[in-house]
């Protein structure tokens, strides 16, 4: 907004907020940095990022650690935030104070955090501490690790790996490599059959070795998709949900049926 100084429509009064900053915000005081800008552009990147089923990294600087983690700042916005010990990294090794590393926002507080309602007439109950946006420097190392491990990959190869964790939407599968790099098996594609969540979570605890088929490896952002229902013919539907094994020790002649089936269904489309 402007308005015109003195009835003048030559000359325009320019107000404080229509001035570009130009300085960095690392310089700035905390009470000068504009913290709503800061919050703005982290969340929004991360909401449509994530709508594109992409992750977002951020340059930040580390002002100063503490056994329970590190206090750091954004480089873009001078926004502070927090990274817990366990996301710094590998092993026992700590973030260095005032260098700058690659992380990945993992929660970042709402408008709500400090208690109020959106009409309440009442004033902020004071609180101690403030609510500050997580970060995740493992985040960026565990994706760096799964680059390198899909450069090796290509779709069809059958690999091995041992089950990591259950998530909500499948199996993370931790595969063969010096930096023991991830792979998502998705619950749909484990079988043929509708898969049960608690009952792919009793038949595949962490810890359980299984083969996979790589359905794709990504370069750019390192992601692994991996996929074990093609180790089903049409006489054994289902059977990766009740005999895995017998699966498993067949699974180079179960995907040779399956690429033969694949390549006749294609070449019957291209009639």
Request: glycine residues 6%.
């Amino acid at each position: 907004m402007a308005r015109r100084n003195n009835g003048s429509n030559s000359m325009w009064e320019r107000k404080w907020w229509s001035v570009e900053e130009t300085r960095d915000p690392t310089t700035l005081p905390v009470w000068q940095r504009d913290y709503r800008f800061g919050f703005q552009v982290l969340k929004r990147s991360m909401v449509e990022n994530r709508k594109l089923g992409k992750k977002v990294f951020w340059d930040v600087r580390v002002l100063e650690s503490h056994e329970s983690g590190c206090d750091i700042e954004m480089l873009n916005s001078g926004l502070m935030g927090f990274i817990p010990r366990g996301e710094e990294g590998l092993g026992e090794e700590r973030m260095a104070v005032g260098e700058i590393y690659k992380v990945e926002c993992v929660a970042c507080p709402q408008a709500r955090v400090n208690k109020e309602s959106k009409s309440s007439p009442w004033p902020n109950e004071p609180r101690k501490f403030k609510a500050k946006p997580i970060f995740s420097h493992y985040m960026w190392l565990e994706q760096q690790r799964s680059i390198e491990k899909a450069k090796e990959l290509k779709a069809g190869d059958i690999i091995s790996g041992v089950i990591y964790k259950k998530c909500p939407k499948g199996l993370i599968v931790t595969l063969e490599g010096e930096h023991k790099p991830k792979g998502m098996l998705a619950m749909m594609d484990v079988s043929r059959k509708m898969t049960p969540h608690a009952y792919a979570a009793k038949m595949f605890p962490p810890g359980t070795r299984i083969s996979c088929y790589v359905v794709h490896s990504d370069v750019k952002n390192g992601r692994i998709t991996l996929s074990t229902k093609e180790f089903e013919d049409d006489a054994h539907v289902g059977w990766m949900l009740s005999f895995p094994e017998r699966c498993f020790k067949n699974a180079d002649q179960a995907v040779e049926k399956y690429n033969e089936k694949r390549s006749a269904y294609i070449q019957w489309l291209q009639r």
